[in-house]
């Protein structure tokens, strides 16, 4: 299995602080089945305002890091795009994005306001020949009222990948209920750890095993594979 919604990179978002957490939450998922990995830290101007230097820099970190002490990593990266005023200057420029593989890229919505140009945003990536990845969409609480905008976010051209932690209670019934919901209808392309920290890989652990993601992976037909590099 491949996982490539993760924030296992050192010191530069909300998860992994340093190398030797990132080497812990490595071999976390590797317990778990994920033999290949693709890191993608947030990108939000407000909170993480990184780029393609500042990721270049912790990846580059953690493999030194984990080299020196004896440990050897593989591992892409890619980014975790918030969808605001910085991402839209980075389309209206034409920046390169960094991808997931070819040209899909994962975005995400604030979690706090329902975002009001997702339209706009969807044709300009389109228009530039990205395919957009939306993040745990389930987690978006003001769509819960309007679980038919699901469709629409298809309609759109977005995939959708869930956050596994959402098919159990971690984050709230409510999420729960939405994305069992979306898995029953067939609504998710993917699915990922979304891994930021030792809770997260403890829960992982508490409610899954290898054997059980593999056979959820190969029940709904997760397209994570199309991502790989191998």
């Known amino acids: 299995m491949l996982d490539f919604h993760n924030h296992l990179l050192p010191g530069i978002d909300d998860g992994s602080p340093n190398v030797e957490t990132s080497i812990s939450l490595f071999h976390g998922l590797k317990s778990l089945g994920f033999s290949e990995i693709i890191c993608s830290p947030h990108i939000i101007a407000d909170t993480h305002p990184n780029n393609p230097e500042t990721i270049g820099n912790a990846a580059q970190l953690l493999k030194s890091g984990a080299q020196d002490l004896g440990v050897e990593l593989d591992f892409r990266f890619a980014a975790e ?18 991808t997931l593989h070819g040209k899909r890229v994962l975005v995400e919505f604030s979690y706090i306001q329902k975002p009001s140009r997702v339209e706009n945003f969807s044709f300009e990536l389109q228009i ?3 395919e ?5 969409p389930e987690r978006y609480m003001y769509y819960h009222k309007q679980i038919g905008f699901y469709e629409h976010l298809k309609d759109l051209g977005f995939e959708l990948q869930l956050n596994l932690l959402s098919l159990t209670p971690y984050y709230g019934k409510e999420v729960q209920k939405v994305a069992q919901h979306l898995l029953k209808n067939g609504m998710y392309d993917f699915a990922c750890t979304d891994m930021h920290h030792e809770r997260h890989l403890q829960a992982m652990q508490h409610h899954f ?16 594979q199309e991502l790989s590099a191998l």
Request: hydrophobic share 45%; aromatic share 12%; proline share 5%.
């Open 81 to 98: 795009y918030m969808m605001d005023d910085t991402f839209q200057n980075l389309l209206a420029t034409k920046q390169p994005l960094l």
């Open 128 to 130: 530039q020949g990205y």
């Open 132 to 136: 957009p990845v939306l993040a745990h």
């Open 209 to 224: 095993t290898a054997e059980s993601l593999e056979a959820l992976f190969a029940e709904h037909k997760f397209k994570n």
